[in-house]
Nanobody, 115 residues
Framework: QVQLVESGGGLVQPGGSLRLSCAAS????????MNWYRQAPGKQRELVAE???????GYADSVKGRFTISRDNAKNTVYLQMNSLRSEDTAVYYC?????????WGQGTQVTVSS
């Protein structure tokens, strides 16, 4: 099992920044990729960013150039730096750990972009 705990969400004005954190514990050696998803009200959950165990990263077109995913292996933590936030970025953000057997999810953290 893998346990994930997200933090860092909150209310921010358009154009502002937030950094989300996801701390992983448990059988983390089975993880081959860490992902950030988000789900806005009335919409499907969507993949925002991913980082593989080899360090490769990928982003949704809607966040390219604004969001950056990174990790600190010593702390078993993945980050999502979000800059130039827009109202359409408002959603619950979820951390996901992908293993060969299954995916694990955090509890989610709310990000609200509003003036």
């Amino acid at each position: 099992q893998v346990q994930l705990v997200e933090s860092g969400g909150g209310l921010v004005q358009p154009g502002g920044s937030l950094r989300l954190s996801c701390a992983a514990s448990g059988r983390i050696f089975n993880i081959y990729a860490m992902n950030w998803y988000r789900q806005a009200p009335g919409k499907q959950r969507e993949l925002v960013a991913e980082i593989t165990s080899g360090g490769s990263t990928g982003y949704a077109d809607s966040v390219k150039g604004r969001f950056t995913i990174s990790r600190d292996n010593a702390k078993n933590t993945v980050y999502l730096q979000m800059n130039s936030l827009r109202s359409e970025d408002t959603a619950v953000y979820y951390c996901n750990a992908a293993t060969i057997a299954q995916g694990f999810w955090g509890q989610g953290t709310q990000v609200t972009v509003s003036s």
